[in-house]
């Protein structure tokens, strides 16, 4: 288990290439790297009709109906998102899992709920 009691085996195939992919895939404070936590209505505003990717793994498009539509590893996704609390909430055939968004320009780290957990990517 993890440090936040939950099994590294719920994480979606998008997560666990993303933290596989990542160097280092447990990083410092975002905050401590220059990037900014986003509130409700500027995780809106940065997402929706925006595709969030890392240009390898995965690439996301967050429709206005709360769809996200793409791929992950080469397979196609259907997701769900809603934004919950100032967290991006994305729910997936077998969880939700909500990330606090925190950006520095188009570079975006989504923080699994104060975990070491981070999803990088950009917006496009």
């Known amino acids: 288990m993890n440090r936040t009691g939950r099994r590294w085996g719920r ?11 990542s160097t280092p895939a447990f990083a410092g404070s975002p905050r401590a790297e220059g990037f900014t936590k986003l509130s ?7 997402f929706v009709g925006k595709t969030f990717s890392d240009d390898t793994h995965f690439s996301d498009r967050y429709k206005t109906d ?17 934004i919950v609390k100032d967290t991006l909430c994305i729910t997936d055939k077998r969880d939700e899992l909500c990330y606090a968004v925190w950006v520095k320009g188009r570079e975006v780290k989504l923080v699994y709920e104060n975990s070491d957990l981070i999803l990088e990517g950009t917006i496009k």
Request: proline share 0%; charged share 15%.
């Open 11 to 21: 994480l979606s195939v998008q997560q666990l290439a993303v933290l596989a992919s």
């Open 40 to 46: 409700a209505a500027q995780i809106r505003q940065a």
């Open 66 to 82: 709360g769809t996200i539509v793409g791929t992950s590893m080469g397979k196609k996704i259907n997701n769900r998102w809603k």
